[in-house]
Protein backbone atom coordinates (compact mmCIF):
# COMPACT_ATOMS: atom_id res chain seq x y z
CA UNK A 1 0.00 0.00 0.00
CA UNK A 2 1.24 3.68 -0.59
CA UNK A 3 1.81 5.69 2.05
CA UNK A 4 -0.68 8.48 1.78
CA UNK A 5 -1.87 10.67 5.12
CA UNK A 6 -5.00 13.17 5.92
CA UNK A 7 -5.10 15.43 8.70
CA UNK A 8 -7.33 15.64 10.81
CA UNK A 9 -9.78 12.46 10.39
CA UNK A 10 -12.60 14.40 11.48
CA UNK A 11 -13.27 17.84 12.24
CA UNK A 12 -16.34 20.09 13.39
CA UNK A 13 -16.39 23.89 12.91
CA UNK A 14 -18.46 26.76 12.75
CA UNK A 15 -19.97 28.43 9.65
CA UNK A 16 -17.20 31.27 8.14
CA UNK A 17 -14.17 29.61 9.51
CA UNK A 18 -11.08 28.95 7.15
CA UNK A 19 -9.87 25.38 7.45
CA UNK A 20 -7.36 23.66 5.60
CA UNK A 21 -7.33 20.34 5.29
CA UNK A 22 -3.92 18.15 4.86
CA UNK A 23 -2.82 15.70 2.55
CA UNK A 24 0.78 13.85 2.40
CA UNK A 25 2.40 11.12 0.59
CA UNK A 26 5.86 9.64 1.08
CA UNK A 27 6.12 7.21 -2.49
CA UNK A 28 7.47 10.91 -4.49
CA UNK A 29 4.49 10.36 -6.63
CA UNK A 30 3.62 13.44 -8.60
CA UNK A 31 0.01 13.01 -9.13
CA UNK A 32 -2.54 13.76 -6.32
CA UNK A 33 -6.52 14.01 -6.40
CA UNK A 34 -9.30 15.33 -4.00
CA UNK A 35 -12.28 13.69 -4.42
CA UNK A 36 -16.33 14.66 -2.28
CA UNK A 37 -18.23 11.67 -0.94
CA UNK A 38 -21.40 12.66 0.59
CA UNK A 39 -23.17 10.13 3.01
CA UNK A 40 -24.30 6.96 0.88
CA UNK A 41 -22.79 8.64 -2.54
CA UNK A 42 -19.94 8.12 -5.11
CA UNK A 43 -17.27 10.41 -4.75
CA UNK A 44 -16.60 13.14 -7.31
CA UNK A 45 -13.23 14.41 -8.34
CA UNK A 46 -13.08 18.15 -7.04
CA UNK A 47 -8.78 18.92 -7.71
CA UNK A 48 -6.18 17.25 -8.92
CA UNK A 49 -2.30 18.04 -9.85
CA UNK A 50 0.14 16.83 -12.10
CA UNK A 51 3.24 18.17 -9.89
CA UNK A 52 4.59 20.78 -8.24
CA UNK A 53 3.15 24.15 -8.69
CA UNK A 54 0.27 22.13 -11.16
CA UNK A 55 -3.44 22.00 -9.92
CA UNK A 56 -6.67 21.66 -12.01
CA UNK A 57 -10.34 21.61 -11.47
CA UNK A 58 -11.70 17.89 -11.45
CA UNK A 59 -15.77 17.36 -12.51
CA UNK A 60 -17.79 18.56 -9.34
CA UNK A 61 -17.67 22.21 -8.81
CA UNK A 62 -16.22 23.45 -5.37
CA UNK A 63 -15.72 26.07 -3.83
CA UNK A 64 -12.32 25.21 -2.10
CA UNK A 65 -8.26 26.06 -3.23
CA UNK A 66 -5.82 23.34 -3.89
CA UNK A 67 -2.06 24.47 -3.89
CA UNK A 68 1.04 22.05 -4.66
CA UNK A 69 4.13 23.63 -3.70
CA UNK A 70 5.73 20.62 -2.48
CA UNK A 71 5.40 16.95 -4.04
CA UNK A 72 4.53 15.09 -1.16
CA UNK A 73 1.23 17.75 0.01
CA UNK A 74 -1.59 18.74 -1.59
CA UNK A 75 -3.58 20.42 1.13
CA UNK A 76 -6.86 21.67 0.57
CA UNK A 77 -8.45 24.88 1.62
CA UNK A 78 -11.60 26.29 2.63
CA UNK A 79 -11.54 30.38 3.15
CA UNK A 80 -15.25 30.20 4.61
CA UNK A 81 -16.85 26.96 5.70
CA UNK A 82 -20.55 26.49 5.15
CA UNK A 83 -22.94 23.86 6.42
CA UNK A 84 -23.29 22.65 2.57
CA UNK A 85 -19.63 22.05 2.62
CA UNK A 86 -20.23 18.98 5.02
CA UNK A 87 -18.64 16.20 3.20
CA UNK A 88 -15.96 13.37 3.71
CA UNK A 89 -13.07 14.29 1.69
CA UNK A 90 -10.64 11.67 0.17
CA UNK A 91 -6.83 12.26 -1.38
CA UNK A 92 -5.17 9.91 -3.27
CA UNK A 93 -1.84 9.92 -4.73
CA UNK A 94 -1.00 7.78 -8.40
CA UNK A 95 2.12 6.23 -8.97
CA UNK A 96 4.50 3.29 -8.37
CA UNK A 97 4.57 1.72 -5.06
CA UNK A 98 7.86 0.07 -4.66
CA UNK A 99 6.70 -2.91 -3.01
CA UNK A 100 4.55 -3.58 -6.41
CA UNK A 101 5.60 -3.58 -9.35
CA UNK A 102 2.46 -3.80 -10.84
CA UNK A 103 1.21 -0.36 -8.88
CA UNK A 104 1.71 1.59 -12.07
CA UNK A 105 -1.43 4.12 -12.83
CA UNK A 106 -3.35 3.34 -9.69
CA UNK A 107 -4.66 5.60 -7.18
CA UNK A 108 -3.79 4.84 -3.86
CA UNK A 109 -6.30 6.68 -1.09
CA UNK A 110 -6.26 8.39 2.03
CA UNK A 111 -8.31 7.37 4.83
CA UNK A 112 -10.36 10.58 4.45
CA UNK A 113 -11.01 13.32 6.56
CA UNK A 114 -14.79 13.93 7.68
CA UNK A 115 -15.96 17.33 7.96
CA UNK A 116 -18.45 18.60 9.70
CA UNK A 117 -20.07 22.38 9.16
CA UNK A 118 -22.54 23.82 11.90
CA UNK B 1 -18.49 11.48 -20.74
CA UNK B 2 -17.72 7.76 -18.69
CA UNK B 3 -20.18 6.74 -16.05
CA UNK B 4 -20.13 4.08 -14.00
CA UNK B 5 -23.51 2.21 -12.56
CA UNK B 6 -23.70 -0.24 -9.62
CA UNK B 7 -27.38 -1.09 -9.98
CA UNK B 8 -27.38 -3.05 -6.36
CA UNK B 9 -27.25 -0.57 -3.59
CA UNK B 10 -27.33 -2.93 -0.85
CA UNK B 11 -26.35 -6.89 -1.20
CA UNK B 12 -26.83 -9.43 1.73
CA UNK B 13 -25.29 -12.60 1.56
CA UNK B 14 -25.00 -15.44 4.45
CA UNK B 15 -21.29 -16.30 5.16
CA UNK B 16 -19.77 -18.86 2.91
CA UNK B 17 -22.39 -17.64 0.19
CA UNK B 18 -20.70 -16.79 -3.04
CA UNK B 19 -20.98 -12.93 -3.86
CA UNK B 20 -21.47 -11.33 -7.31
CA UNK B 21 -21.48 -7.73 -7.69
CA UNK B 22 -22.54 -5.91 -10.74
CA UNK B 23 -20.33 -2.92 -12.67
CA UNK B 24 -21.52 -1.48 -15.61
CA UNK B 25 -19.70 1.39 -17.26
CA UNK B 26 -19.84 3.69 -20.26
CA UNK B 27 -16.67 4.73 -22.21
CA UNK B 28 -16.00 5.25 -25.93
CA UNK B 29 -12.62 3.33 -25.59
CA UNK B 30 -11.10 0.32 -23.48
CA UNK B 31 -11.67 1.40 -20.14
CA UNK B 32 -9.07 1.76 -16.92
CA UNK B 33 -11.27 -0.81 -14.45
CA UNK B 34 -11.15 -0.78 -10.83
CA UNK B 35 -12.21 -2.61 -8.13
CA UNK B 36 -12.06 -0.61 -4.65
CA UNK B 37 -13.50 -1.72 -0.92
CA UNK B 38 -14.14 1.12 2.11
CA UNK B 39 -14.56 0.26 5.60
CA UNK B 40 -16.25 2.39 7.88
CA UNK B 41 -14.42 5.06 8.59
CA UNK B 42 -11.74 4.04 6.28
CA UNK B 43 -10.06 5.15 3.13
CA UNK B 44 -10.59 3.42 -0.29
CA UNK B 45 -8.41 0.08 -0.50
CA UNK B 46 -8.11 -0.85 -3.98
CA UNK B 47 -9.25 -4.63 -4.45
CA UNK B 48 -8.05 -5.13 -8.25
CA UNK B 49 -7.52 -3.24 -11.68
CA UNK B 50 -8.16 -4.42 -15.26
CA UNK B 51 -6.14 -2.49 -17.91
CA UNK B 52 -5.47 -4.91 -20.71
CA UNK B 53 -4.82 -8.65 -21.39
CA UNK B 54 -6.51 -11.30 -19.40
CA UNK B 55 -10.17 -10.52 -18.97
CA UNK B 56 -10.18 -12.48 -15.78
CA UNK B 57 -8.45 -10.80 -13.08
CA UNK B 58 -7.39 -11.62 -9.51
CA UNK B 59 -7.37 -8.94 -6.44
CA UNK B 60 -6.79 -9.26 -3.42
CA UNK B 61 -8.78 -10.89 -0.26
CA UNK B 62 -9.71 -13.61 -2.61
CA UNK B 63 -11.97 -11.46 -5.04
CA UNK B 64 -11.90 -11.86 -9.15
CA UNK B 65 -13.69 -9.92 -11.84
CA UNK B 66 -14.46 -10.34 -14.98
CA UNK B 67 -14.04 -7.62 -17.55
CA UNK B 68 -16.88 -8.33 -20.35
CA UNK B 69 -16.54 -5.85 -23.52
CA UNK B 70 -20.03 -6.66 -25.08
CA UNK B 71 -21.70 -6.57 -22.11
CA UNK B 72 -19.83 -3.37 -20.72
CA UNK B 73 -19.60 -4.91 -17.02
CA UNK B 74 -16.91 -5.76 -15.17
CA UNK B 75 -18.30 -7.93 -11.86
CA UNK B 76 -16.67 -8.39 -8.88
CA UNK B 77 -16.65 -12.15 -7.38
CA UNK B 78 -16.04 -13.83 -4.50
CA UNK B 79 -16.66 -17.99 -3.76
CA UNK B 80 -16.96 -17.80 -0.33
CA UNK B 81 -17.95 -14.55 1.45
CA UNK B 82 -16.33 -13.70 5.11
CA UNK B 83 -17.69 -11.93 7.83
CA UNK B 84 -14.83 -9.45 7.19
CA UNK B 85 -15.91 -8.74 3.68
CA UNK B 86 -19.22 -6.28 5.34
CA UNK B 87 -18.00 -3.14 3.45
CA UNK B 88 -18.58 -0.93 0.84
CA UNK B 89 -17.50 -1.42 -2.84
CA UNK B 90 -16.93 0.62 -5.27
CA UNK B 91 -16.61 0.37 -8.89
CA UNK B 92 -14.79 3.00 -11.18
CA UNK B 93 -13.30 3.79 -14.46
CA UNK B 94 -10.51 5.83 -15.07
CA UNK B 95 -9.68 8.20 -17.93
CA UNK B 96 -6.73 10.18 -18.51
CA UNK B 97 -6.92 14.21 -18.68
CA UNK B 98 -3.95 15.36 -19.52
CA UNK B 99 -1.41 13.18 -18.02
CA UNK B 100 -3.48 12.95 -14.91
CA UNK B 101 -6.14 10.05 -14.55
CA UNK B 102 -10.01 10.65 -13.51
CA UNK B 103 -11.12 8.29 -11.69
CA UNK B 104 -15.31 8.02 -11.93
CA UNK B 105 -16.74 6.25 -9.67
CA UNK B 106 -20.11 4.21 -9.01
CA UNK B 107 -22.54 4.96 -5.97
CA UNK B 108 -21.22 1.87 -4.32
CA UNK B 109 -22.71 -1.29 -3.59
CA UNK B 110 -23.29 -2.26 0.50
CA UNK B 111 -22.72 -5.48 1.22
CA UNK B 112 -23.89 -7.13 4.40
CA UNK B 113 -22.82 -10.64 5.54
CA UNK B 114 -25.15 -12.29 7.96
CA UNK B 115 -23.59 -15.02 10.47
Not at chain 1, 3 to 21: A, M, N
Not at chain 2, 1 to 18: L, M, R, Y
Not at chain 2, 78 to 83: G, T
Given at each position: ?????????????????????ECSQTMGHDKMYWYQQDPGMELHLIHYSYGVNS???????????????????????????????????????????????????????????????? | ??????????????????LELRCNYSYGATPYLFWYVQSPGQGLQLLLKYF????????????????????????????????????????????????????????????????
Open positions: EADIYQTPRYLVIGTGKKITLTEKGDLSSESTVSRIRTEHFPLTLESARPSHTSQYLCASEGVVRRDVSSTDTQYFGPGTRLTVL | AQSVTQPDIHITVSEGASSGDTLVQGIKGFEAEFKRSQSSFNLRKPSVHWSDAAEYFCAVGVYSGSARQLTFGSGTQLTVLP
